[in-house]
């Protein structure tokens, strides 16, 4: 079975930045679109970002012009560059590829903010 490995969480100051990744482990056919949610405890798990396979991103406004969501059709990876964190950026961060048979998550990484 298909799993996504996620990588690149961890503990960050104020201002810093993080990039994770996410891959399949083997082949996805069908891929509509890629994307990052994130559950902070106590919370529920919102939408970050997300991309097309033709590169068109939708941000939660919380994050807009501080994060960046990219691509690679050719590996079927997906990106977050997140810049100027903050400490309510902290959550557990997942990866989710949509298809058009079904949607696939990943385990999860630990994006922490603080001083």
């Known amino acids: 079975q298909v799993q996504l490995v996620e990588s690149g969480g961890g503990l960050v100051q104020p201002g810093g930045s993080l990039r994770l990744s996410c891959a399949p482990s083997g082949s996805i056919s069908g891929i509509t679109y890629m994307g990052w949610y994130r559950q902070a405890p106590g919370k529920q798990r919102e939408l970050v970002a997300t991309i097309t396979r033709d590169g068109v991103t939708n941000y939660v406004n919380s994050v807009k012009g501080r994060f960046t969501i990219s691509g690679d059709n050719a590996k079927n990876t997906v990106y977050l560059q997140m810049n100027t964190l903050k400490p309510e950026d902290t959550a557990v961060y997942y990866c989710?590829?949509?298809?058009?048979?079904?949607?696939?998550w990943g385990q999860g990484t630990q994006v922490t903010v603080s001083s």
């Open positions: 989710k590829v949509g298809s058009w048979y079904r949607d696939y």
